[in-house]
């Protein structure tokens, strides 16, 4: 029979996560925003050019 352990999760196993992303925020956001942009875009304009004609 096998044996399974369990894992347990504690906050102090993600304050390294957290502070990183907080302290990186700055560069997050806008390289996020710009890749959301550039996939919407991708989206959208095939379908307004095709629209027209």
Not at 12 to 22: A, R, Y
């Amino acid at each position: 029979m096998e044996t399974v352990s369990t894992l347990t999760l504690t906050s102090t196993m993600f304050s390294g996560l957290i502070s990183n992303i907080t302290s990186n925020l700055g560069v997050l956001l806008p390289v996020g925003l710009t890749l959301m942009g550039i996939m919407i875009a991708v989206s959208l304009i095939p379908r307004i050019i095709y629209k027209f004609f």
